[in-house]
């Protein structure tokens, strides 16, 4: 019952920048954490960085330093700030949500991708 729409996705240049946002709507209630996972051809899906609902984040080693993960709860909206990209992190990004009700349980869910290119 939870829906995420990314955007954001580019083709960009080798050191160039973007800005993925992800905004939540539905029963988004209960909320633990948001993130951003990638999934490179041939490759799996793999995390890129998280973020808690007391704003704790966390990042991937591959993108420490140039990434940035950040929210806006007004909005419902994560973000992620990408700086200095390299042809390798090109890749379908996907956004994830987790909750966990009061009545126990975890649930996770995913928006449909939106496509990094980083080429020249």
């Known amino acids: 019952q939870v829906q995420l729409v990314e955007s954001g996705g580019d083709l960009v240049q080798p050191g160039g920048s973007l800005r993925l946002s992800c905004a939540a709507s539905g029963s988004i209630f209960n909320i633990v954490a948001m993130g951003w996972y990638r999934q490179a051809p041939g490759k799996q899906r793999e995390l890129v960085a998280t973020?808690?609902?007391?704003?704790?984040?966390n990042y991937a080693d591959s993108v420490k330093g140039r990434f940035t993960i950040s929210r806006d709860n007004g909005k419902n909206t994560v973000y992620l700030q990408m700086n200095s990209l390299k042809p390798e992190d090109t890749a379908v990004y996907f956004c994830?949500?987790?909750?966990?009700?009061?009545?126990?349980?975890?649930?996770?869910?995913w928006g449909q991708g939106t496509q990094v290119t980083v080429s020249s």
């Open positions: 994830n949500l987790q909750k966990i009700p009061p009545i126990g349980g975890r649930y996770s869910y």
């Open positions: 973020i808690t609902s007391g704003g704790s984040t």
